[in-house]
C-alpha cells in the first residue's frame, strides 16, 4: 500500500517539490515519460487508449511521468496510473499550474520555473518515452527526443502511439525528410510505432528488459 505522508518542501536546482510521498529508494526502479495533449481531441479513442496507458504502466511497475496537468489525455493518463496502484510523477512549470489545472493527487509533484527546465527534470526521471496524440506541445516534445537520440545524446526507447492513425502524417513527414537524404545513414531516427495501447508497454519493455537500442527509421518508415 503506498505511503499518503508528505515529506517537506524542498528545492532542487531551482525546481520547488511540493508533494513527495514516498523515500527515492520506493520509487519505481524505472518509469515513462508520456508526452500528450491537455485536451481531449475529438475521437474518444484518444482518451481510451490514455487510459489503457495507464493502467499498463501501473501493473507492469513502471512509473509515470508526466506534464502535472489534470486536463485531457494528461488527466487521463495520469488517473488511471494512480487508480491501478501506480506512481505518478507530475512536472508543470508554475505559469501553467492554474491554466491546465494541476493534478494535486499525484505521488511526486514538481513545480519548475520555466519549460525548459521542466522538460530536463522529466527526461532524468524517465527510462523511456511514449507520444499519444496531442497538440503542438506534444510534437515539439517528442521532436526534441528524436533529436537527441538521433544525435547520440541518449538511447531511451521511444514509442509513438499512432492511435486511430493520428501520428501518420508525422510519419510520413519523416518518410519524405528521408526520401529527400535530410535523415541520412548514420544519423537515423530510432523509435518504434504501435497502433494499439495495449502494445506499448510491451514495446517498451521489450527493448528495456532486453537493454537494447530502438529499431532506427528505416524499418519503422518503410510502411508510410
Aim: proline content about 4%; glycine content about 10%.
Amino acid at each position: 500500500m503506498k505511503s499518503t505522508r508528505s515529506r517537506p518542501t524542498k528545492t532542487v536546482n531551482g525546481a520547488l517539490t511540493v508533494k513527495s510521498t514516498l523515500p527515492d529508494g520506493q520509487r519505481p526502479a524505472r518509469s515513462v515519460c508520456v508526452y500528450c495533449g491537455s485536451g481531449h481531441g475529438t475521437n474518444p479513442a484518444y482518451a481510451a487508449a490514455a487510459r489503457v496507458l495507464g493502467q499498463s504502466l501501473a501493473r507492469a511497475g513502471l512509473g509515470l511521468v508526466y506534464g502535472g496537468g489534470s486536463l485531457g489525455l494528461m488527466g487521463e493518463v495520469a488517473r488511471a496510473t494512480l487508480e491501478a496502484g501506480g506512481h505518478v510523477t507530475g512536472v508543470i512549470p508554475s505559469f501553467l499550474t492554474e491554466r491546465e489545472l494541476m493534478l494535486k493527487d499525484v505521488d511526486d509533484l514538481i513545480v519548475t520555473r520555466d519549460m525548459h527546465e521542466r522538460k530536463q527534470l522529466m527526461f532524468d526521471h524517465s527510462s523511456a518515452f511514449v507520444a499519444l496524440p496531442g497538440g503542438i506541445g506534444t510534437l515539439e516534445e517528442l521532436v526534441e527526443q528524436l533529436t537527441w537520440s538521433q544525435l547520440g545524446q541518449h538511447s531511451k526507447p521511444i514509442v509513438v502511439a499512432n492511435i486511430a492513425d493520428f501520428w501518420s502524417p508525422f510519419l510520413n513527414l519523416l518518410a519524405h525528410m528521408r526520401t529527400e537524404t535530410f535523415i541520412r545513414p548514420g544519423l537515423e531516427v530510432r523509435f518504434k510505432v504501435v497502433q494499439d495501447a495495449h502494445d506499448i508497454v510491451p514495446a517498451l519493455l521489450g527493448v528495456l528488459d532486453a537493454g537494447i537500442a530502438t529499431a532506427n527509421d528505416d524499418a519503422v518508415l518503410a510502411k508510410f
